[in-house]
């Protein structure tokens, strides 16, 4: 007589984690909906929307908005350090309940995702992945500027895309984190591992987006920008709007390599700043060269050696933001605009450069 033991085997499926997002507002009535309606029109909606306000001056105009549009709202008063500052309160509040592996997406109010975004954003969370960043582009108008604009960040997602999609910047547009890694970066922030305060954002950077992306790196895991998760920011629409943000964006860079120090993490991208530098040498010494040229010679001489290196310049200028459009691809033949534009970036690099080593106060200017 024989005895048949079944044998039940239960399949347990891995937990899906939670996702919440944060949107830090100040004074955002106008806009504040449509970024809540973006959200909640994702083909992975989040599973709770929180906007975050801290010193309005609106008469609530923001909460209430926030609140009609279907967000949950947490109302901050007093607290000191700007959008990190607001965040970091928030993180404090919102963490103690949600596990390692839930994801944290933090939003700026300005901003309207594509619907895609958090599904890829989650899909591409693997790996030692700790963050994944948007590869953002520029909204429409704002003249010859604006499209100068444009340009350069079609040419930034360019980059992304060719270098396997890693990010470079943690764009603070958009951004989704793993829980567990913003609470090892708070943790080595108080041991001391990390500088920057005590807390997940450094309240001590200009730039705190860049900082956040070297305090990921730095605990050992990668950062990733997927094509798929686009979002769209605001082009500054004068000149001193735009060298106002892009002071801010190169001082805070320089700030946070001279605090980090020359390590396996921030070793590109001291190189890319001293490549910066070189470039803007290189390009200040052509123009000298050829104002002295057409003052001692009269006119510029043709090598075809020089033209056809010239020839190839364009080329590569001109594929870079072929998906932009015909007018930036125009843009880009002409050349000449975007050498002016060019020069406007190195006047801000030696200007954030001047400033740093002359340790000049460091300011934060809203644009």
């Given at each position: ?149 444009r340009m350069e960040y079609q040419r930034y997602a360019w980059e992304i895309a060719r270098s396997g999609n ?101 070793a590109p991208y001291f190189g890319k700043q001293l490549m910066m530098g070189a470039g803007a040498l290189a ?50 033949s002409v050349l000449v605009v975007e050498l002016a534009y060019d020069l406007f970036q190195h006047a801000v ?19």
């Amino acid at each position: 007589m024989s005895t048949a033991t079944e044998t039940t085997i239960t399949l347990v499926r891995p937990r899906v984690p939670r996702i919440i997002a944060l949107i830090p507002a100040r004074n955002e009535g106008e806009r504040i909906a449509a970024a809540v309606a973006g959200l909640q029109a994702q083909t992975r909606v989040p599973d709770e929307i929180v906007t975050v306000t801290n010193n309005c001056t609106d008469d609530y105009a923001t909460a209430r908005t926030a609140r009609d549009a279907g967000s949950a709202v947490l109302d901050l008063h007093g607290v000191k350090g700007k959008k990190a500052g607001a965040l970091n309160t928030a993180l404090d509040e919102v963490l103690d309940e949600f596990d390692d592996q839930d994801l944290i997406l933090i939003q700026d109010a300005d901003t309207v995702l594509v619907p895609g975004f958090v599904e890829h954003a989650a899909a591409a969370m693997r790996r030692k992945v700790g963050a994944v960043g948007g590869v953002f582009y520029g909204e429409p108008g704002g003249g010859l500027l604006g499209q100068l604009q444009r340009m350069e960040y079609q040419r930034y997602a360019w980059e992304i895309a060719r270098s396997g999609n890693r990010a470079v910047v943690l764009t603070g547009t958009a951004s989704l984190f793993r829980v567990r890694v913003l609470r090892e970066i708070k943790a080595a922030r108080i041991a001391g591992r990390l500088g920057g305060g005590t807390s997940y954002y450094s309240l001590a950077s200009l730039t705190e987006d860049d900082e956040i992306t070297k305090a990921v790196k730095t605990l050992g895991y990668r950062t990733m920008s997927p094509a798929a998760c686009t979002v769209t920011t605001e082009v500054m629409t004068t000149l001193p709007a735009l060298w106002n943000q892009r002071l801010r964006w190169q001082r805070g860079a320089l700030e946070n390599l001279r605090d980090y120090g020359l390590t396996k993490v921030t070793a590109p991208y001291f190189g890319k700043q001293l490549m910066m530098g070189a470039g803007a040498l290189a390009f200040g010494l052509y123009l000298t060269f050829v104002a002295l040229q057409l003052v001692y010679v009269g006119a510029l001489g043709v090598n075809p050696f020089w033209t056809a290196i010239g020839a190839v310049f364009v080329v590569e200028k001109v594929v870079s933001v072929w998906r932009a459009g015909w007018r930036a691809r125009l843009l880009a033949s002409v050349l000449v605009v975007e050498l002016a534009y060019d020069l406007f970036q190195h006047a801000v690099y030696f200007r954030a450069l001047t400033d740093l080593a002359l340790r000049r106060e460091e300011r934060w200017i809203a644009t």
